[in-house]
């Protein structure tokens, strides 16, 4: 048996410790990162990423995110025809096209590609340790040389080298760590999302890589925590879940004579409700990674984007990082009593 004893962190196991500071009021830090990528690409905005759940990566909360400055990872259940239309306009500039490994996911993408260009693109899996997905990324990165490439999961420093190796220009760390997701309990995988960013950081920064942590953040302490960990973006599902730009099955409360929004039926895209929509069941070889949860509406997301923002800003005020960038040079994290006990 082998066992690996060092000690591993989630984000609730910790705590930003204050130092003195000279930032002197949450309108002195700058929230926006510029990034130069290897293949010529730049980038720069609020490091946020809306995840590709089929609630959440949707085309409206693309143009939603725009105007905040943030990004969004579309939901692979676009049709082709949609997804040109949209990536030939000027809304999806912050816009990853996401797909997956499987062959249909693969024609679709190539479809795409001949009609329109596509500057940023995600493959997402959620076992990025298999044959078949580091050979999508390969090809990938062959064919669109001049893409922003974003791969994942993974939790590791290993795989990070190896996808930083092949071109991957911000690679997704989280296995089992989102909200509506039950893979560390079905499958027994997983590294602490904390301990797993700052790993992954650590290894990818060395080789001119970034990483985006992927699950995990239930507020915008979790995000200061992810960012201060090395995360050079962060990718949110369930507080992006609910918002007016989600699509799903909305639940209603009668209010006389007319409705409105009670909350959201938000999945994990592995639970036995996202395999029922989008592919008619539940294959025999697989169980359900994923649960479905309700989520309460809270009308529209740049309400959350504002509250984030000022929340990443606050950590900053206590660390003195006048910006993003110096954010992880500057935190240290305590444990919890819980944790240290």
């Not at 500071?21 to 690409?41: E, I, Y």
């Not at 939790?155 to 990070?160: D, G, S, V």
């Not at 499958?187 to 992954?200: D, I, K, R, T």
Request: glycine share 10%; charged share 20%; aromatic share 8%.
């Amino acid at each position: 048996m082998k066992l690996d004893t060092a000690p591993r962190y989630n984000f609730g196991d910790v705590l930003i410790r204050p130092t003195r500071s000279k930032v002197n009021s949450r309108a002195d830090v700058d929230l926006t990162r510029s990034f130069a990528f290897p293949n010529g690409q730049h980038w720069k905005g609020f490091p946020l990423i809306a995840a590709n759940m089929d609630s959440t990566g949707t085309l409206a909360m693309a143009r939603a995110l725009l105007d905040e400055g943030a990004l969004v990872s579309l939901h692979k259940f676009y049709e082709a025809s949609q997804l040109i239309e949209f990536f030939s306009g000027p809304s999806s500039t912050n816009s990853f096209y996401t797909m997956g490994i499987g062959r249909e996911d693969v024609s679709k993408f190539h479809k795409v590609l001949e009609s329109t260009k596509l500057p940023m693109i995600s493959v997402d899996v959620a076992n990025g340790y298999i044959d078949k997905f580091v050979e999508v990324v390969r090809e990938l990165r062959s064919i669109c040389s001049d893409a922003i490439l974003m791969a994942g999961t993974v939790a590791t420093a290993e795989m990070t080298q190896e996808l930083v190796g092949l071109g991957v220009d911000i690679v997704r760390v989280g296995i089992g760590s989102g909200s509506a997701c039950i893979t560390r309990k079905v499958a027994g995988v997983g590294v602490p999302q904390l301990s797993a960013v700052a790993e992954c950081a650590d290894a990818a920064h060395k080789l001119g890589g970034f990483v985006c942590s992927d699950g995990g953040c239930k507020s915008s302490g979790d995000i200061a925590k992810a960012l201060g960990a090395g995360a050079d973006f962060v990718m949110l599902g369930g507080i992006f879940a609910g918002h007016d730009e989600c699509e799903g099955e909305w639940i209603y409360e009668d209010q006389g004579s007319s409705q409105r929004r009670k909350a959201l039926k938000f999945h994990g895209m592995s639970s036995e409700a996202a395999m029922i929509k989008h592919y008619g069941g539940v294959a025999p070889h697989r169980a359900p990674e994923g649960i479905e949860v309700e989520v309460a509406y809270k009308g529209p997301v740049s309400v959350t984007v504002k509250n984030i923002k000022a929340g990443v800003s606050s950590a900053m005020t206590y660390v003195g990082a006048k910006t993003l960038a110096e954010l992880p040079e500057l935190t240290t994290f305590v444990l919890n009593s819980h944790a240290a006990g």
